[in-house]
């Protein structure tokens, strides 16, 4: 063999010791970083988590909806249903690249067009988590430490006492005329405000002291681990002197559910997902319509397909990760 | 481009004639797992609640049980299975020994900045 060709196969990339082409490698290193990201933003979850250890939000009682399904207390049901639609998606995109192996174009397009279809179905669910998560359950007053009371009663189930929630605007009462909202237009022209609350704290104490047997419940996890519900004098007590704001749903900066810190990471991981869901979907698009003109049936190679086919398996392995530290754990 | 899959799973208990078969193997072994996480995680079972190294016995559940997944989901559908032991290496254990070392430093710090919180130095709703 002269030098030249040597060189050509060695230098020149001719060599392959991991037995893999470089696209393939190089989509191997880019999902061993992407997989730190997430696992810096998972680490930094269990960080607040464990910092709020006997504060922090119960999920089974935060997702407890299903479409069409209203006031039916279905928790978690419908991420199990977006987590199988997910590996199912990872099915038939595995289907897709062992078809490419045959070569067999139609089977291929078949396969693809079914990922990206499970690709939407997913992406629609978590667009659908996020609004009713935004829109918030029961409502919830916050004190001035930052910290968030919930209501309910005790309802007689089957002979048993349980705790049942009771929403905001079921108990508060009109007590005093409108506040408006301050906007730039009618104040000073610097200071705005967002949307009002739409009930005041007054009028919350004057529902709960017209319910007798509504009862606050707090943020903190005792024993048996549930939250702590608080005796009528105490819930009393801990409404007048600490309650500050309603919060209705959840965003950046309240949530009713519990530390705003939940709905941050929520928003955060799950939107972080979501993005390479939805930018997922994008690449399979592209890559359908390149099978479906058949450029890499002229290549005699589907490859291509392989490749964006490892980029699917890695977002539903976080989703795997999420799915458990999220909803589970 | 070599197209031979190893077909077999559980350290070759269960083996499958085609990689096809081998797919849909595979998706029922995790629609099981995950059904088995729901199942727990709606009926959380008394005997689940004790406390292991300072986490609730079906949260160790529920880790184990994600990791078998992510294990399956790797190997077989991204194909990890027949990849050659130098490229397996450099992606597993990487990952692993990284994950492993900053999941321990910040849940470390979370539990002692809890105790901090705990003991009183800090104080809310006053």
Avoid: C
Avoid at chain 1, 101 to 123: A, D, E, R
Wanted: charged share 20%; no cysteine.
């Amino acid at each position: 063999m002269s030098t030249a060709v040597a060189e050509g196969k060695t230098w020149g990339g001719g060599n392959e010791p991991l037995k893999a082409s470089y696209g393939k490698m190089m989509m191997w290193f880019f999902i061993v970083s992407d997989a730190l990201t997430f696992s810096g933003f998972l680490a930094a979850y269990g960080f607040s988590r464990f910092k709020f250890i006997d504060a922090w939000p119960i999920a089974d009682e935060v997702f407890t909806h299903f479409p069409f399904l209203h006031g039916v207390d279905a928790p978690m049901y419908y991420v199990a249903f977006m987590t199988f639609v997910l590996i199912m998606s990872s099915v038939t995109m595995v289907l897709a690249v062992d078809a490419g192996h045959h070569l067999n174009k139609s089977k291929v397009t078949t396969y693809m067009f079914l990922t990206i279809i499970g690709g939407l179905i997913f992406v629609g669910s978590q667009a659908w988590e996020w609004n009713t998560f935004i829109k918030g359950d029961y409502g919830a007053v916050q004190t001035k430490g930052g910290n968030i009371l919930q209501f309910g009663k005790y309802v007689d189930v089957n002979g048993e006492q349980k705790f049942k929630r009771v929403a905001v605007r079921d108990i508060a009462v009109n007590a005093h005329g409108e506040r408006v909202q301050h906007e730039r237009s009618n104040g000073l022209w610097f200071v705005g405000e967002s949307s009002l609350p739409p009930y005041t704290v007054d009028e919350v104490i004057h529902g709960l002291q017209a319910h007798k047997d509504v009862l606050v419940r707090t943020q903190t996890i005792n024993e048996h681990g549930e939250k702590t519900v608080l005796s009528r004098e105490a819930s009393l007590e801990q409404i007048m002197k600490n309650g500050k704001r309603v919060v209705e749903g959840a965003n950046l900066q309240v949530n009713e559910y519990g530390s705003p810190l939940f709905a941050d990471f929520f928003f955060f991981i799950t939107g972080f997902h979501g993005f390479h869901v939805f930018s997922g979907v994008i690449i399979n698009i592209i890559i359908f319509f390149n099978v479906v003109i058949g450029t890499y049936e002229r290549r005699k190679n589907y490859e291509m397909v392989e490749k964006v086919g490892l980029y699917w398996h890695f977002v539903d392995l976080v989703w795997v990760f999420v799915f458990t530290f999220f909803y589970l754990v | 481009m070599a197209h031979e899959h190893k077909l077999e799973i559980f350290r070759g208990l269960i083996k499958f004639k085609s990689n096809i078969q081998k797919i849909w193997g595979v998706l029922i072994l995790l629609s099981i797992v995950t059904i088995v996480e729901v199942v727990l995680g709606i009926l959380k079972p008394e005997w689940s609640m004790g406390q292991v190294l300072g986490m609730k016995i079906l949260n160790w559940i529920f880790i184990i049980l994600t990791i078998f997944k992510a294990y399956y989901i790797t190997w077989d559908f991204m194909h990890m299975r027949d990849e050659v032991k130098g490229l397996r290496r450099a992606v597993v254990w990487t990952t692993i020994f990284l994950i492993s070392y900053l999941v321990f430093i910040l849940l470390q710090e979370g539990g002692y900045v809890f105790d901090v919180y705990d003991q009183g130095y800090i104080k809310r709703d006053f």
